[in-house]
Every structure is written in structure tokens, then in C-alpha cells.
């Protein structure tokens, strides 16, 4: 099954709970269809860069939610129902492609199977000492500009 992101945008009024009621209406329908809902994430309010004209106004803000699921290549299909809700601003449905999990990604590029983990660099960018070159730089930058 591929990977999907639904991406929902709210009216900027709608409450809490009506918003897990339709976030949960979507995961159960993709549940009954055998798919898994593999993430949840809120962006809170959000501006838009231009009005969304609806029934009851003009909305220029709007609570954006994803939901990233495993699920049937007919779910667009049947998501359409999403049309018919006065909650809703917008919803898309994005597929994920060429991506690889798991040990599909390591084998990747290895042919006999075995994957070296001495390829990847043992010091971290956090570790770097260089951090404080970089502060003293900007600092004498700052006082330059003073004289």
C-alpha cells in the first residue's frame, strides 16, 4: 500500500472537537478499507496567502492538519465525501513516491546484502567546536559598524 498525506484546512472557528471528529471519521474510514494511519499532525491557525469565499464569508486563516496514512491507490476516490463538509476550507491528498523503509533502504546500494555503517561521518554537526568562531565573527561584524 503507498503512503498518503491528507492534508486538511479548517475553518479558523471550527472547535477542537468537531476537528478530532472529522480527523477521526477519516481514520476510520481508512481502518474499515484495511489502510493504517501511520501519523497525525496539527499546524494550529495558519494565514493564507488569499481568501477562501464559502457559504458563510470569506476565510483568510484556517487550521491545517495532516494525516499520514498507508492506504488503497482508491482512496482519493473515496475521500470525496470530504466535499460535502461545511467545516472544511480545503483538503488535498498527496502520494508519497520512491520512497524506501526499512531494509528496503539499505540495501539500496548494496548488492551482496550487507550494509557498511562506517560510511556514515562518526562526529556530529552539534560537536562541532567551530560554533564559537561563528558567533565571533557575527559579534566583530556588529562592532564594525559602530565606529
Known amino acids: 500500500m503507498p503512503l498518503y498525506d491528507c492534508m486538511l484546512m479548517l475553518k479558523p472557528h471550527v472547535r477542537k472537537e468537531a476537528l478530532m471528529d472529522l480527523v477521526a471519521r477519516v481514520g476510520k474510514h481508512v481502518y474499515s478499507r484495511n489502510g493504517v494511519v501511520t501519523d497525525i499532525k496539527s499546524f494550529g491557525t495558519v494565514q493564507l496567502g488569499y481568501g477562501i469565499k464559502k457559504l458563510d464569508g470569506r476565510h483568510y ?23 460535502k463538509e461545511d467545516r472544511l476550507l480545503r483538503w488535498l491528498l498527496v502520494k508519497h513516491r520512491d520512497i524506501k523503509f526499512g531494509l528496503e533502504f539499505m540495501d539500496e546500494d548494496d548488492e551482496d546484502g550487507e550494509f557498511d555503517f562506517s560510511e556514515f561521518p562518526r562526529d556530529s554537526i552539534f560537536d562541532n567546536d567551530n560554533s564559537d568562531d561563528y558567533e565571533d565573527s557575527s559579534h ?8
Request: aromatic share 4%; proline share 3%.
Open 140 to 147: 566583530d561584524e556588529d562592532n564594525d559598524g559602530d565606529q
Open 61 to 83: 486563516q484556517g487550521q491545517l492538519m495532516q494525516i499520514t496514512m498507508m492506504a488503497t491507490p482508491n482512496i482519493n476516490k473515496e475521500l470525496h465525501y470530504l466535499n
